[in-house]
Protein backbone atom coordinates (compact mmCIF):
# COMPACT_ATOMS: atom_id res chain seq x y z
CA UNK A 1 0.00 0.00 0.00
CA UNK A 2 2.18 2.79 -1.47
CA UNK A 3 2.32 6.35 0.46
CA UNK A 4 -0.40 4.63 3.11
CA UNK A 5 1.18 4.88 6.75
CA UNK A 6 0.88 2.54 9.74
CA UNK A 7 -1.32 5.22 11.47
CA UNK A 8 -4.13 5.29 8.22
CA UNK A 9 -3.92 2.09 8.09
CA UNK A 10 -5.29 1.43 11.61
CA UNK A 11 -7.57 4.20 11.43
CA UNK A 12 -8.72 1.48 8.17
CA UNK A 13 -9.06 -0.75 10.78
CA UNK A 14 -10.69 0.87 13.45
CA UNK A 15 -13.25 1.98 11.21
CA UNK A 16 -14.04 -1.80 9.69
CA UNK A 17 -14.18 -3.02 13.48
CA UNK A 18 -17.36 -0.15 14.17
CA UNK A 19 -18.75 -1.42 10.90
CA UNK A 20 -18.38 -5.12 11.60
CA UNK A 21 -19.81 -4.12 15.30
CA UNK A 22 -22.53 -2.32 13.73
CA UNK A 23 -23.59 -4.83 11.62
CA UNK A 24 -23.50 -7.12 14.14
CA UNK A 25 -25.76 -5.21 16.57
CA UNK A 26 -28.18 -4.90 13.60
CA UNK A 27 -28.33 -8.40 13.05
CA UNK A 28 -29.42 -8.86 16.80
CA UNK A 29 -31.71 -6.32 16.52
CA UNK A 30 -33.41 -8.32 13.61
CA UNK A 31 -33.04 -11.52 15.46
CA UNK A 32 -34.90 -10.31 18.30
CA UNK A 33 -37.29 -8.69 16.28
CA UNK A 34 -38.12 -12.35 14.63
CA UNK A 35 -38.39 -14.05 17.39
CA UNK A 36 -40.61 -11.96 19.22
CA UNK A 37 -42.68 -12.70 15.67
CA UNK A 38 -41.87 -15.88 16.05
CA UNK A 39 -43.65 -16.05 19.82
CA UNK A 40 -46.53 -14.50 18.31
CA UNK A 41 -47.46 -16.69 15.58
CA UNK A 42 -47.00 -19.79 17.89
CA UNK A 43 -49.46 -18.28 20.69
CA UNK A 44 -51.86 -17.64 17.43
CA UNK A 45 -51.26 -21.51 17.04
CA UNK A 46 -52.15 -22.55 20.28
CA UNK A 47 -55.19 -20.82 20.27
CA UNK A 48 -56.15 -22.39 17.44
CA UNK A 49 -55.18 -25.45 18.78
CA UNK A 50 -57.31 -25.65 22.41
CA UNK A 51 -60.21 -27.67 22.40
CA UNK A 52 -63.46 -25.90 21.43
CA UNK A 53 -66.63 -26.06 23.49
CA UNK A 54 -68.77 -26.42 20.79
CA UNK A 55 -68.58 -30.35 19.51
CA UNK A 56 -69.91 -29.27 16.50
CA UNK A 57 -67.16 -27.06 15.89
CA UNK A 58 -64.54 -29.80 16.02
CA UNK A 59 -64.95 -30.43 12.60
CA UNK A 60 -64.57 -27.58 10.94
CA UNK A 61 -60.93 -27.06 12.26
CA UNK A 62 -58.43 -28.13 9.65
CA UNK A 63 -55.25 -30.15 11.40
CA UNK A 64 -52.23 -28.09 11.46
CA UNK A 65 -49.03 -29.84 10.99
CA UNK A 66 -46.19 -28.40 13.38
CA UNK A 67 -42.98 -27.79 11.43
CA UNK A 68 -40.18 -30.69 12.25
CA UNK A 69 -37.32 -29.54 14.13
CA UNK A 70 -33.95 -31.16 13.11
CA UNK A 71 -32.86 -34.03 14.96
CA UNK A 72 -29.77 -35.10 13.16
CA UNK A 73 -26.49 -35.97 15.27
CA UNK A 74 -24.86 -32.97 15.35
CA UNK A 75 -27.88 -30.13 15.93
CA UNK A 76 -27.74 -29.80 19.11
CA UNK A 77 -23.75 -29.09 19.62
CA UNK A 78 -24.41 -25.41 19.47
CA UNK A 79 -26.64 -22.44 21.25
CA UNK A 80 -29.19 -20.55 18.75
CA UNK A 81 -27.05 -17.46 18.92
CA UNK A 82 -23.90 -17.51 16.42
CA UNK A 83 -21.32 -15.86 18.24
CA UNK A 84 -19.66 -14.15 14.96
CA UNK A 85 -16.66 -12.44 16.58
CA UNK A 86 -16.08 -10.85 19.57
CA UNK A 87 -14.62 -7.30 20.78
CA UNK A 88 -11.87 -6.54 23.28
CA UNK A 89 -14.64 -4.04 25.57
CA UNK A 90 -17.39 -6.48 25.00
CA UNK A 91 -19.15 -7.33 28.56
CA UNK A 92 -17.83 -10.25 30.10
CA UNK A 93 -14.63 -10.74 27.43
CA UNK A 94 -11.37 -10.53 29.94
CA UNK A 95 -8.53 -12.85 28.47
CA UNK A 96 -6.04 -14.87 30.46
CA UNK A 97 -2.19 -13.00 30.59
CA UNK A 98 -0.07 -14.02 27.65
CA UNK A 99 3.52 -12.73 27.85
CA UNK A 100 5.11 -13.87 25.00
CA UNK A 101 9.03 -14.69 25.07
CA UNK A 102 8.69 -14.82 28.71
CA UNK A 103 11.02 -17.90 30.07
CA UNK A 104 9.21 -18.78 33.11
CA UNK A 105 5.75 -20.45 31.76
CA UNK A 106 4.41 -18.86 35.00
CA UNK A 107 4.73 -15.75 33.63
CA UNK A 108 4.29 -16.64 29.75
CA UNK A 109 1.28 -18.59 30.97
CA UNK A 110 -0.92 -21.32 28.50
CA UNK A 111 -2.08 -20.34 25.30
CA UNK A 112 -6.19 -20.45 25.23
CA UNK A 113 -7.81 -20.75 21.80
CA UNK A 114 -10.74 -22.93 22.77
CA UNK A 115 -14.13 -21.78 22.09
CA UNK A 116 -15.69 -23.62 25.01
CA UNK A 117 -17.96 -22.37 27.33
CA UNK A 118 -15.39 -22.06 30.24
CA UNK A 119 -12.89 -20.86 27.86
CA UNK A 120 -14.46 -18.16 25.54
CA UNK A 121 -14.85 -15.03 27.35
CA UNK A 122 -11.10 -15.54 28.59
CA UNK A 123 -9.37 -17.12 25.45
CA UNK A 124 -5.70 -15.09 24.73
CA UNK A 125 -5.81 -16.72 21.11
CA UNK A 126 -7.43 -16.55 17.79
CA UNK A 127 -7.88 -19.83 15.75
CA UNK A 128 -8.17 -23.33 17.28
CA UNK A 129 -6.13 -25.97 18.16
CA UNK A 130 -5.10 -29.43 15.52
CA UNK A 131 -3.51 -26.67 13.01
CA UNK A 132 -5.63 -28.22 9.40
CA UNK A 133 -7.19 -30.67 11.45
CA UNK A 134 -9.26 -28.47 13.03
CA UNK A 135 -11.98 -28.35 9.99
CA UNK A 136 -12.33 -32.41 10.28
CA UNK A 137 -12.84 -32.09 14.06
CA UNK A 138 -15.86 -29.28 13.04
CA UNK A 139 -16.95 -32.06 10.46
CA UNK A 140 -17.28 -34.99 13.45
CA UNK A 141 -18.82 -32.16 15.61
CA UNK A 142 -21.12 -32.12 12.89
CA UNK A 143 -21.67 -35.27 12.00
CA UNK A 144 -22.31 -35.97 15.73
CA UNK A 145 -19.05 -38.00 16.06
CA UNK A 146 -17.89 -36.02 18.70
CA UNK A 147 -18.83 -34.37 21.27
CA UNK A 148 -18.06 -30.34 21.10
CA UNK A 149 -17.50 -30.28 25.00
CA UNK A 150 -15.50 -33.09 24.90
CA UNK A 151 -11.93 -32.74 27.41
CA UNK A 152 -8.52 -35.08 26.57
CA UNK A 153 -7.63 -37.13 29.29
CA UNK A 154 -3.77 -36.21 28.75
CA UNK A 155 -2.99 -38.70 31.30
CA UNK A 156 0.56 -41.18 30.11
CA UNK A 157 0.77 -38.68 27.13
CA UNK A 158 3.95 -36.51 28.29
CA UNK A 159 7.41 -36.38 25.95
CA UNK A 160 9.46 -39.41 26.13
CA UNK A 161 12.29 -37.29 26.56
CA UNK A 162 13.64 -33.75 27.65
CA UNK A 163 13.62 -30.92 25.13
CA UNK A 164 14.45 -27.60 27.08
CA UNK A 165 13.94 -25.50 28.09
CA UNK A 166 16.52 -23.70 26.84
CA UNK A 167 17.73 -19.99 26.83
CA UNK A 168 15.95 -18.98 23.00
CA UNK A 169 12.41 -19.81 24.81
CA UNK A 170 12.75 -16.58 26.59
CA UNK A 171 13.98 -14.48 23.66
CA UNK A 172 10.54 -12.98 21.95
CA UNK A 173 12.34 -12.73 18.60
CA UNK A 174 13.90 -16.30 18.16
CA UNK A 175 10.31 -18.00 18.19
CA UNK A 176 7.46 -17.01 16.86
CA UNK A 177 5.84 -19.67 14.95
CA UNK A 178 4.85 -22.33 17.04
CA UNK A 179 4.53 -22.56 21.17
CA UNK A 180 7.82 -23.70 22.77
CA UNK A 181 5.93 -24.87 25.98
CA UNK A 182 3.61 -26.56 23.79
CA UNK A 183 4.47 -30.36 25.00
CA UNK A 184 4.33 -29.64 28.21
CA UNK A 185 1.05 -28.20 28.54
CA UNK A 186 -0.66 -30.64 30.55
CA UNK A 187 1.85 -30.25 32.92
CA UNK A 188 3.11 -26.61 33.23
CA UNK A 189 -0.78 -25.87 33.24
CA UNK A 190 -2.77 -28.80 35.18
CA UNK A 191 -4.25 -26.56 37.39
CA UNK A 192 -5.76 -24.43 34.78
CA UNK A 193 -6.79 -27.98 33.54
CA UNK A 194 -8.64 -29.03 36.41
CA UNK A 195 -10.28 -25.68 36.83
CA UNK A 196 -11.91 -26.63 33.52
CA UNK A 197 -10.22 -24.35 31.16
CA UNK A 198 -9.99 -26.44 27.70
CA UNK A 199 -5.78 -25.90 27.31
CA UNK A 200 -3.99 -28.07 24.80
CA UNK A 201 -0.64 -29.41 23.36
CA UNK A 202 0.54 -27.99 20.27
CA UNK A 203 3.61 -30.36 20.59
CA UNK A 204 3.69 -34.01 20.94
CA UNK A 205 7.71 -35.81 21.79
CA UNK A 206 7.51 -39.91 21.26
CA UNK A 207 9.77 -42.49 20.53
CA UNK A 208 9.80 -44.85 17.48
CA UNK A 209 11.58 -47.22 14.83
CA UNK A 210 11.67 -47.03 11.08
CA UNK A 211 12.06 -49.07 8.63
CA UNK A 212 13.18 -47.99 4.93
CA UNK A 213 14.25 -50.21 2.19
CA UNK A 214 17.01 -47.78 0.95
CA UNK A 215 18.86 -47.98 4.82
CA UNK A 216 17.91 -51.34 4.61
CA UNK A 217 19.91 -51.77 1.60
CA UNK A 218 23.03 -49.45 3.08
CA UNK A 219 23.09 -52.08 6.31
CA UNK A 220 23.31 -54.82 3.57
CA UNK A 221 25.80 -53.07 1.14
CA UNK A 222 27.94 -52.56 4.50
CA UNK A 223 27.74 -48.67 3.85
CA UNK A 224 25.96 -48.75 7.68
CA UNK A 225 26.89 -50.37 10.42
CA UNK A 226 24.52 -51.96 12.91
CA UNK A 227 25.57 -50.89 16.71
CA UNK A 228 22.30 -52.12 18.43
CA UNK A 229 21.63 -48.32 19.22
CA UNK A 230 20.73 -46.32 16.24
CA UNK A 231 20.40 -49.36 13.48
CA UNK A 232 19.17 -52.13 15.59
CA UNK A 233 19.00 -54.81 13.46
CA UNK A 234 20.43 -55.88 9.92
CA UNK A 235 16.86 -55.06 8.70
CA UNK A 236 18.23 -51.35 8.91
CA UNK A 237 15.43 -50.75 11.54
CA UNK A 238 16.40 -47.30 13.30
CA UNK A 239 15.74 -46.21 16.81
CA UNK A 240 14.53 -42.76 16.94
CA UNK A 241 12.97 -39.92 18.87
CA UNK A 242 10.70 -37.99 16.42
CA UNK A 243 8.11 -34.44 17.78
CA UNK A 244 5.12 -33.07 16.16
CA UNK A 245 4.84 -29.53 16.17
CA UNK A 246 1.46 -27.10 15.29
CA UNK A 247 1.58 -23.74 14.43
CA UNK A 248 0.89 -21.10 16.81
CA UNK A 249 1.69 -17.25 15.91
CA UNK A 250 3.20 -14.63 17.85
CA UNK A 251 1.55 -12.27 15.22
CA UNK A 252 3.75 -9.32 16.31
CA UNK A 253 6.86 -11.50 15.99
CA UNK A 254 5.61 -12.94 12.06
CA UNK A 255 4.71 -9.52 11.16
CA UNK A 256 8.48 -8.16 12.06
CA UNK A 257 10.31 -11.77 11.03
CA UNK A 258 8.70 -10.90 7.07
CA UNK A 259 9.21 -7.43 7.94
CA UNK A 260 6.05 -6.05 7.55
CA UNK A 261 3.22 -3.92 9.54
CA UNK A 262 1.07 -6.38 12.40
CA UNK A 263 -2.17 -4.58 10.59
CA UNK A 264 -0.84 -5.59 6.82
CA UNK A 265 -1.05 -9.02 8.00
CA UNK A 266 -3.97 -9.26 9.90
CA UNK A 267 -5.85 -7.74 7.30
CA UNK A 268 -4.40 -10.26 4.52
CA UNK A 269 -4.95 -13.62 7.04
CA UNK A 270 -8.63 -12.17 6.94
CA UNK A 271 -9.13 -11.50 3.50
CA UNK A 272 -7.22 -13.92 1.64
CA UNK A 273 -9.06 -17.16 3.79
CA UNK A 274 -12.62 -15.58 2.88
CA UNK A 275 -12.92 -13.85 6.24
CA UNK A 276 -12.36 -17.34 8.27
CA UNK A 277 -11.00 -15.24 11.29
CA UNK A 278 -12.96 -11.96 12.17
CA UNK A 279 -11.29 -11.82 15.50
CA UNK A 280 -7.92 -11.20 13.38
CA UNK A 281 -9.74 -7.91 12.38
CA UNK A 282 -11.66 -6.82 15.73
CA UNK A 283 -9.67 -8.29 18.26
CA UNK A 284 -6.34 -6.16 18.20
CA UNK A 285 -5.54 -7.36 21.62
CA UNK A 286 -5.32 -10.98 20.88
CA UNK A 287 -1.48 -11.33 19.50
CA UNK A 288 -1.47 -14.97 19.09
CA UNK A 289 -3.26 -17.23 16.13
CA UNK A 290 -2.98 -20.45 15.60
CA UNK A 291 -3.69 -20.69 11.75
CA UNK A 292 -5.25 -23.91 9.98
CA UNK A 293 -2.32 -24.86 7.93
CA UNK A 294 -0.17 -27.73 8.18
CA UNK A 295 2.79 -27.99 11.01
CA UNK A 296 6.02 -29.81 10.78
CA UNK A 297 7.54 -32.95 12.16
CA UNK A 298 11.10 -33.50 14.35
CA UNK A 299 13.11 -36.85 13.52
CA UNK A 300 16.16 -37.25 16.11
CA UNK A 301 18.94 -39.66 15.46
CA UNK A 302 21.20 -40.17 18.12
CA UNK A 303 20.74 -38.66 22.18
CA UNK A 304 18.47 -35.46 22.12
CA UNK A 305 20.94 -34.07 24.95
CA UNK A 306 23.77 -33.96 22.16
CA UNK A 307 21.50 -31.39 19.85
CA UNK A 308 22.27 -28.74 22.04
CA UNK A 309 25.81 -29.68 23.68
CA UNK A 310 28.07 -27.52 21.30
CA UNK A 311 30.96 -29.82 22.10
CA UNK A 312 28.82 -32.45 19.64
CA UNK A 313 28.79 -32.78 16.23
CA UNK A 314 25.30 -31.92 14.65
CA UNK A 315 23.66 -33.01 10.97
CA UNK A 316 20.46 -31.75 10.01
CA UNK A 317 18.22 -31.96 6.79
CA UNK A 318 15.54 -29.10 6.58
CA UNK A 319 12.92 -30.80 4.33
CA UNK A 320 9.92 -29.28 2.61
CA UNK A 321 7.08 -32.04 2.08
CA UNK A 322 7.01 -33.67 -1.48
CA UNK A 323 4.05 -36.15 -1.63
CA UNK A 324 4.92 -37.25 -5.19
CA UNK A 325 8.77 -37.82 -4.38
CA UNK A 326 8.71 -38.70 -0.66
CA UNK A 327 5.96 -41.52 -0.70
CA UNK A 328 5.20 -42.54 -4.38
CA UNK A 329 9.08 -42.06 -5.60
CA UNK A 330 8.46 -39.65 -8.43
CA UNK A 331 11.74 -39.26 -10.65
CA UNK A 332 11.50 -35.56 -11.34
CA UNK A 333 12.95 -33.97 -8.32
CA UNK A 334 15.69 -35.25 -5.88
CA UNK A 335 13.35 -34.81 -2.98
CA UNK A 336 13.41 -38.36 -1.92
CA UNK A 337 17.08 -38.79 -2.36
CA UNK A 338 17.93 -35.87 -0.74
CA UNK A 339 15.59 -36.69 2.06
CA UNK A 340 17.14 -40.65 2.68
CA UNK A 341 20.84 -39.09 1.89
CA UNK A 342 20.12 -36.92 4.65
CA UNK A 343 18.78 -39.11 7.07
CA UNK A 344 21.73 -41.83 5.66
CA UNK A 345 24.16 -38.58 7.29
CA UNK A 346 22.40 -38.34 10.47
CA UNK A 347 22.74 -41.65 11.01
CA UNK A 348 26.28 -42.20 10.78
CA UNK A 349 26.60 -38.81 13.13
CA UNK A 350 25.00 -40.00 15.56
CA UNK A 351 26.86 -43.76 15.46
CA UNK A 352 30.28 -41.65 15.40
CA UNK A 353 29.39 -39.94 18.86
CA UNK A 354 27.26 -36.62 17.76
CA UNK A 355 23.72 -36.96 16.91
CA UNK A 356 21.75 -35.93 13.37
CA UNK A 357 18.16 -34.12 12.77
CA UNK A 358 15.65 -34.27 10.08
CA UNK A 359 13.04 -31.38 10.46
CA UNK A 360 10.05 -32.48 8.17
CA UNK A 361 7.51 -29.37 7.04
CA UNK A 362 4.36 -29.43 5.38
CA UNK A 363 4.58 -27.09 2.32
CA UNK A 364 3.86 -29.07 -0.06
CA UNK A 365 4.81 -27.82 -3.65
CA UNK A 366 6.83 -25.18 -2.18
CA UNK A 367 4.07 -24.54 -0.36
CA UNK A 368 1.74 -23.76 -3.55
CA UNK A 369 0.18 -26.65 -2.81
CA UNK A 370 -0.16 -30.01 -4.98
CA UNK A 371 -2.61 -29.14 -7.53
CA UNK A 372 -0.64 -25.87 -8.22
CA UNK A 373 2.52 -28.22 -8.97
CA UNK A 374 1.21 -30.66 -10.86
CA UNK A 375 -0.49 -27.83 -13.32
CA UNK A 376 3.03 -26.09 -13.41
CA UNK A 377 4.45 -30.17 -14.62
CA UNK A 378 1.82 -29.75 -17.49
CA UNK A 379 2.99 -26.28 -18.63
CA UNK A 380 6.68 -28.07 -17.88
CA UNK A 381 5.71 -31.17 -20.35
CA UNK A 382 4.00 -29.34 -22.78
CA UNK A 383 6.28 -26.48 -23.46
CA UNK A 384 7.06 -26.25 -27.25
CA UNK A 385 10.55 -26.71 -26.89
CA UNK A 386 10.41 -29.40 -24.03
CA UNK A 387 10.80 -29.30 -20.33
CA UNK A 388 14.06 -27.45 -20.14
CA UNK A 389 16.29 -25.90 -17.13
CA UNK A 390 16.50 -22.28 -18.19
CA UNK A 391 12.14 -21.83 -18.29
CA UNK A 392 12.07 -24.19 -15.09
CA UNK A 393 10.82 -20.82 -12.54
CA UNK A 394 9.21 -19.25 -15.26
CA UNK A 395 6.67 -22.42 -15.98
CA UNK A 396 5.89 -21.79 -11.75
CA UNK A 397 5.65 -18.21 -12.03
CA UNK A 398 2.92 -18.05 -14.93
CA UNK A 399 0.76 -20.41 -12.97
CA UNK A 400 1.25 -19.52 -9.56
CA UNK A 401 1.74 -15.91 -9.72
CA UNK A 402 5.44 -16.39 -7.83
CA UNK A 403 8.03 -19.16 -7.62
CA UNK A 404 7.93 -19.79 -4.01
CA UNK A 405 5.89 -18.91 -0.71
CA UNK A 406 8.12 -21.25 1.35
CA UNK A 407 9.67 -18.04 2.41
CA UNK A 408 12.06 -19.54 4.83
CA UNK A 409 11.83 -16.76 7.56
CA UNK A 410 10.00 -18.90 9.90
CA UNK A 411 11.52 -21.96 9.78
CA UNK A 412 14.92 -21.74 12.03
CA UNK A 413 12.56 -21.86 15.18
CA UNK A 414 12.52 -25.03 15.12
CA UNK A 415 16.08 -24.95 15.43
CA UNK A 416 16.54 -22.62 18.56
CA UNK A 417 13.41 -24.65 20.78
CA UNK A 418 15.70 -27.29 19.72
CA UNK A 419 18.25 -25.39 21.39
CA UNK A 420 20.87 -25.78 18.48
CA UNK A 421 23.48 -23.34 18.38
CA UNK A 422 25.90 -24.38 15.50
CA UNK A 423 25.20 -27.03 12.60
CA UNK A 424 28.19 -28.74 11.72
CA UNK A 425 26.76 -30.27 8.78
CA UNK A 426 24.22 -28.70 6.56
CA UNK A 427 22.83 -31.63 4.40
CA UNK A 428 20.82 -28.68 1.61
CA UNK A 429 21.57 -26.80 -1.04
CA UNK A 430 18.70 -24.24 -0.26
CA UNK A 431 20.38 -20.76 -0.02
CA UNK A 432 16.89 -19.34 1.70
CA UNK A 433 17.18 -21.89 4.30
CA UNK A 434 21.09 -21.05 4.86
CA UNK A 435 20.40 -17.38 5.00
CA UNK A 436 17.63 -17.73 7.24
CA UNK A 437 19.40 -20.00 9.28
CA UNK A 438 22.31 -17.81 9.60
CA UNK A 439 20.65 -14.89 10.04
CA UNK A 440 19.10 -16.25 13.01
CA UNK A 441 22.49 -16.21 14.75
CA UNK A 442 23.32 -20.44 13.97
CA UNK A 443 26.29 -20.65 12.52
CA UNK A 444 26.75 -23.52 9.27
CA UNK A 445 30.08 -24.58 9.16
CA UNK A 446 29.81 -27.23 6.07
CA UNK A 447 26.99 -27.43 3.09
CA UNK A 448 26.44 -30.83 1.80
CA UNK A 449 24.64 -31.26 -1.63
CA UNK A 450 23.30 -34.24 -2.67
CA UNK A 451 25.69 -36.59 -4.88
CA UNK A 452 25.25 -36.58 -8.63
CA UNK A 453 24.78 -40.09 -8.56
CA UNK A 454 21.71 -40.01 -6.23
CA UNK A 455 20.28 -37.07 -8.90
CA UNK A 456 17.64 -39.13 -10.91
CA UNK A 457 17.72 -38.03 -15.20
CA UNK A 458 14.76 -36.44 -15.65
CA UNK A 459 15.19 -34.07 -12.09
CA UNK A 460 18.62 -32.34 -13.66
CA UNK A 461 15.93 -29.83 -15.05
CA UNK A 462 15.44 -28.99 -11.64
CA UNK A 463 18.39 -28.95 -9.92
CA UNK A 464 20.63 -27.28 -12.56
CA UNK A 465 18.08 -24.65 -12.73
CA UNK A 466 18.16 -24.20 -8.92
CA UNK A 467 22.22 -24.17 -9.06
CA UNK A 468 21.85 -21.39 -11.36
CA UNK A 469 19.68 -19.28 -9.63
CA UNK A 470 22.37 -19.43 -6.76
CA UNK A 471 21.87 -23.15 -5.05
CA UNK A 472 25.04 -24.22 -3.06
CA UNK A 473 26.80 -26.56 -5.55
CA UNK A 474 30.38 -27.52 -5.58
CA UNK A 475 30.47 -27.47 -9.33
CA UNK A 476 30.01 -24.18 -11.43
CA UNK A 477 26.82 -22.20 -11.97
CA UNK A 478 25.41 -23.33 -15.52
CA UNK A 479 24.86 -20.36 -18.22
CA UNK A 480 21.98 -20.08 -19.54
CA UNK A 481 22.69 -21.37 -22.98
CA UNK A 482 23.66 -24.51 -20.99
CA UNK A 483 20.49 -24.49 -18.78
CA UNK A 484 18.52 -24.57 -22.21
CA UNK A 485 20.42 -28.06 -23.33
CA UNK A 486 19.26 -29.65 -19.82
CA UNK A 487 16.20 -31.13 -21.07
CA UNK A 488 13.77 -33.11 -18.89
CA UNK A 489 11.72 -36.60 -19.83
CA UNK A 490 9.06 -36.07 -22.30
CA UNK A 491 5.34 -38.38 -21.43
CA UNK A 492 6.40 -40.43 -23.43
CA UNK A 493 9.49 -41.35 -23.33
CA UNK A 494 10.13 -45.03 -21.99
CA UNK A 495 13.77 -44.13 -21.73
CA UNK A 496 15.66 -41.09 -20.99
Known amino acids: MEGETSKDLLQKILKSVELLKNEQDSLSAKFDSYER?????LKELQEQLKPSSDKSDKSKVKEIVQPKVSTSKGSKSYTDIVILTTYPDQFGIKPIPLEWGELDPNVRGPVLASRHPASIKIRNAIGAYGGSYCVYRALAVAMGALDPQHRPDFQNTEPTVTIGPHPQWGMPDKIVSFDPFGHLTSKLFSSQIAQGLDIRPTIAITKAHMKLAEIENLVKNGKLKVDGNVVLNETGELNVVKAAVEPVWYLPGVASRFGIDEGVLRRALFEDTGGMYPELITRPDLKVFLPPIGGLSVYIFGNPAFISDPSKRLTVRVHDECNGSDVFGSDICTCRPY????????????????????????????????????LVYNARKRSSGGDTADNYFIRTENVAGVKDMRFQALMPDVLHWLGITKIDRMMSMSNMKYDAIVGSGIPIYERVPIPDELIPQDSRVEIDAKIAEGYFSNKKAPTKEELAQVKGRGWDDIQH
Open 37 to 41: QTNDQ
Open 339 to 374: LIYGMEESVREAQNGGAGVIVYFRKEGRALGEVIKY
